[in-house]
């Protein structure tokens, strides 16, 4: 009975010593460490060399969109702006007044939009212009330029209700959105476009009536100026954050971008300040004789 009393007394010994052991490697983060550092671990070396993005691309269904595009019929950057300060988003997502409308409808306001952001980014070119050549050489240069260097492969991702976004070399005279393709982009669905940069063919774009806001007129080609780096990925665009998916607001007034995790409630609070103002103006129309317009009703 000693024996096996002794025994028993050694191996319960043993036993609360490895608990207690065990206990404190935990307390103490010695266990825990391998783990923590699996769970935190971040891209090699080598794969940050390899280019790494940080902000992830939410992507959203038609019926998202349509849904959320519903919420903001009408609504004019102003009341979107009041709705941005009622969810604490004071002087976020306005776009610097350089970009402003090409052309303005002010008795039906054609040229304001809404629409769901898919975004697009060109950067100026380091690659040499091409040297003086015949037509055919020229022509074959420029082709390969637009194909391999400065394609648009964002096209198949515009849909009804796309606002398509364009972080573009502000500096390059470099005319990427002209009256051909603007047209074909808004053939796919796209309601409107805005750029930190140029565009060209001016007039006819006035004409076609598409809207367009941005910064200043460019007269070149892309090709000897400016490249493709990406597509649908978070870009700065008037000095705002822009990321897929986003609501852009649009009228005489700029740009505005709603992101989307804020968007019901900016358009809520945004409809009744709408329809306030709607409402007090109607009556001043009344009182001043003046029949009613776009505006009112």
Known sequence: MHTRSSKTTIVAIVLILI????????????????????QNAGPSTQDLR?????????????????????????????????????????????MSPEIHALWKDTVHYKHRFIGI??????????KPPASAMETGPFDRWVGQWYNQLSSEPFVPL?????????????????GSIGS???????????????TNATARDTDEIITEKVPLYFR???????PG?????????PIVCGGVLVEPGDVIVADGDGVIVVPRAHAKEVAEYAKAI?????????????????PPDDSVK
């Not at 004019?76 to 709705?83: E, H, I, K, M, P």
């Not at 515009?158 to 470099?174: F, Y």
């Not at 100026?225 to 990925?233: A, G, L, P, T, W």
């Open 50 to 94: 390899a280019g790494k993005n940080y902000i992830p691309t939410k992507v959203y269904s038609v019926q998202d969109d349509e849904q959320i595009l519903k919420f903001f019929e009408s609504l004019r950057v102003a009341d979107v702006s009041d709705g941005m300060d009622k969810v604490g988003l004071t002087n976020t997502g306005l």
């Open 19 to 38: 608990a207690a052991l065990g206990f404190s490697l935990v307390f103490s983060g010695s266990y825990s460490r391998p783990a923590l550092a699996n």
């Open 225 to 233: 100026r400016n490249e493709i780096e990406s597509v649908n990925r």
């Open 180 to 194: 051909n393709n603007i047209m074909g982009w808004q053939v796919h669905g796209c309601v409107g476009v805005v």
């Open 158 to 174: 515009i849909r009804k209700g796309t606002a398509l976004v364009i972080d573009d070399a502000p500096d390059s005279d470099v």
């Open 274 to 290: 709408l329809d306030g103002d709607k409402a007090g103006r109607r009556n001043l129309y009344k009182k001043l004789g003046l």
């Open 216 to 222: 200043k007129p460019g007269r070149g080609i892309r």
């Open 117 to 126: 952001a898919v975004t697009v980014r060109y950067v100026p070119t380091n």
